[in-house]
């Protein structure tokens, strides 16, 4: 690892003033990807900027019709909070099938979305219910969130609060895991939510993206039955030593049949 | 420049000079020289490393040293009293849980989290705990045995 400067800010406007005056500052949230990548070399910033003593911004609540996640919260905690799991427990589910235990015991939402690994599980849960991105500037709309692989809507400096998920009618996570990783190969999350349905891919793409043809066919009839026909195109999906594109758009359907038939039946 | 840094480490007080790119597992085995936290393979893979820090398991080789600072965190070295090995490491010794014994500190460690979530758990329970700490030697077999054991034990049942 290069030597860095480390600060530990208590007030988020700390923070943001110490993100300012770095030469090229980073923030440091549950360090399961930033820490990996520091040591093997890959990122060399003058500060890291530690999020984890400023009060506040982790903990589940309920506001009105969302589901509000705070940034800094864990994995485990949105796994294991009675509010997500009565209101949402799709994303209960999500939570809990991210990498291991111990990984699950220190990241958090806000990395992992800011972060916009393409095989990450969150950006299924934030395109595909529809959620709403509150940071220190603005909020942003999930479908604009992630733009790129690696890549989100995110300007210079700018540190995610919070992830408002509204409560959909039903919703359901399929996901086919790399054996190793736990990182999805293929995920889809399926939502039936107030302003119709919604399926979004993660890990197939460069970045998280729904599928219009899916999301018209369960309008009309919400069951496996109804998407089996509808073909995704192999064009521009990731390719790896773990799937072929080809391997993936056949995941993607596999997969969001499984998503609506543990949605529909639950 | 070094900085000093104060925490809680197995029910004792300590403070360390560390850098601020120094790794909690290095602090525990290089400066505490606590060296039953290993370190197997320093990609955030193997739990060889896992250690708890205010009673969450997490992988000491993917932490700052300076992100403990007042925290209490637990190692392999805390657990026996007075001589007399925690019921689950005296579950590893009589299960045969362990071979050449590299993975067996975060073994124990993860599992503690696990039972203290869930005292009772199944095998297949045990199985799916374990996605970050991997074995070279056992096949996992007796692992789970050992901690299907040790929960027990902690329960009261002999
Ligand atoms: C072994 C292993 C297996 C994993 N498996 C999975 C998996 O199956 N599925 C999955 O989705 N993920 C997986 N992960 C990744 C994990 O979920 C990480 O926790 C997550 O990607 C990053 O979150 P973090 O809190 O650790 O962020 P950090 O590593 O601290 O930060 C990541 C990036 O986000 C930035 N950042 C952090 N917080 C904020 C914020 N509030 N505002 C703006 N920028 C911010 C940082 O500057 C950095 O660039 C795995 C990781 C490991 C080590
Ligand atoms: S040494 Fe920490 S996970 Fe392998
Ligand atoms: S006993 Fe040798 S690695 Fe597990």
Known sequence: MYAFNYHRPETLEAASAALAAAADGQVLAGGQTLIPTLKQRLANPSDVIDLGGIAGLGGVRREGDAIVVGAMTRHAEVASSAEVRNAIPALAALADCIGDPQVRNAGTIGGSIANADPAADYPAAVVGLGATVRTGRRTIAGDDFFTGLFETALEEGEIVLSVSFPVPRRAAYAKFPNPASRYAVVGVMVAETASGVRVAVTGAGGHAFRVGAMESALGASFTPEAIRDVAVSPDGLNEDIHASAEYRAHLVGVMARRAVAAAAGG | ?158
């Not at chain 2, 708890?52 to 997490?58: K, T, W």
């Not at chain 2, 090995?85 to 503690?112: D, I, K, W, Y």
């Open chain 2, 1 to 158: 420049m070094p900085v000093d840094i104060s925490l809680n480490v197995n029910g004792k007080a300590v403070s360390a000079q560390v850098e601020d790119r120094t790794l909690l597992v290095e602090l525990l085995r290089e400066n505490l020289r606590l060296t039953g936290t290993h370190v197997g393979c320093d990609t955030s893979q193997c739990g060889a490393c896992v250690v708890h820090v205010d009673g969450r398991s997490v992988k000491a080789c993917t932490m700052l040293a300076r992100q403990a600072q007042g925290a209490a965190v637990t190692t392999i070295e805390g657990l026996a009293e007075d001589g007399k090995l925690h019921p689950m490491q005296e579950a590893f010794r009589e299960n045969h849980g362990l071979q050449c014994g590299f993975c067996t500190p975060g073994m124990v460690m993860s599992a503690l989290d696990l039972v203290a979530r869930n005292p009772d758990p199944s095998g297949a329970e045990v199985r799916e705990w374990l996605e970050g700490n991997l074995c070279r030697c056992t096949g996992y077999h007796n692992i789970v045995k050992s901690i299907l054991a040790g929960a027990n034990a902690m329960r009261g049942g002999s």
